[in-house]
Each structure stands twice: as C-alpha cells, then as structure tokens.
C-alpha cells in the first residue's frame, strides 16, 4: 500500500512538471517558424548582395579612377560596355581620368570621345564622353577557400 501511494505522489508530480512544459512544445514550434522565416529573409538578403555586387563594384572603381576636378554626370550601359560623361576643370584632368582607367585592368577598350570647352560660371569647364569595358576581377577566395589553380596557356618551355 505504501508503494502504490509513493508511485501516485510521483505520478502526481510528474503530471504538475508536465503542466509546466505543455505551453513549452508549443513555443518551441513557434520559434522554429519564426527560425524558418528568418532563414529565408538572410536567404534573400544574400541573393541580392550578390545580384548587386558587379554595379557596386563598377561604381567603386569608376569612383577610384575619377580625379580632383572632375564629375560624371552620366554613366550609362550600352551593348559595347559603359558611356560615361561628365565636367572637368581642365583638359589636363580629363586627360588623368584617360589614363587612370586605362591603367586600370578591369576597364578595357577605354576611348575618350567628345571634349568641348563650355562657358561656366565665370571659370572654364569642359565636358567629355569615355566609353569603356567593364569587367571585375574575380573576389579573393574567403579563409579556409582553397584559392582556384592559375590556367596557363602556351607551351610550357619545350
């Protein structure tokens, strides 16, 4: 008799500790959705990180190359490449931007077009249009990537 009233004071009790957890299996099915939801968002997020990473990278070198004194006021896509145009304060400056893109080894094909002297604002200004082909190193292996092998062509010293 005893022992049947030790096993229902224990049985007892562990019905009480239950009562504690039922509402725990239901929030750990909620956080479980919500670790679902947050998974899919950090999925999409790292889509369009990189769907936007070659225009970020564009725009960062075309910002790099661009000397004191000058300004884009336009840059466009064409089949052939980029279109850029914009001011500088002197030829010689438009000239830097040439030769900053051209040693550059991303932008390829770079032509300098049109350059016109315009009447500012009391200082000289001309404008220019370069054209150029845009094409992004690949990105560094991250740690722990084995970096991909160099291809080599030609022969190979025979």
Do not use: C
Not at 17 to 37: N, T
């Amino acid at each position: 008799m005893m022992e049947n009233h030790n096993l229902a004071q224990q049985i007892a009790r562990q019905r009480e500790e239950l009562k504690k957890y039922e509402g725990a299996r239901e929030k750990v099915k909620e956080l479980e959705q919500k670790k679902k939801e947050y998974s899919a968002k950090v999925d999409q997020i790292k889509e369009l990180k990189d769907k936007q990473s070659l225009p970020v990278k564009l725009m960062n070198r075309l910002v790099e190359v661009l000397p004191e004194g000058a300004w884009y006021t336009s840059a466009k896509q064409s089949s052939n490449g980029i279109i850029l145009q914009g001011r500088a304060r002197s030829i010689k400056t438009i000239s830097s931007l040439y030769d900053n893109m051209v040693d550059m080894k991303e932008f390829s094909s770079v032509q300098l077009g049109d350059v016109r002297q315009e009447s500012g604002q009391g200082e000289q200004v001309y404008s220019y249009k370069l054209s150029a082909n845009y094409k992004p190193e690949p990105d560094q292996p991250q740690p722990g990537q084995a970096a991909q092998p160099a291809k080599t062509t030609g022969n190979s010293g025979n």
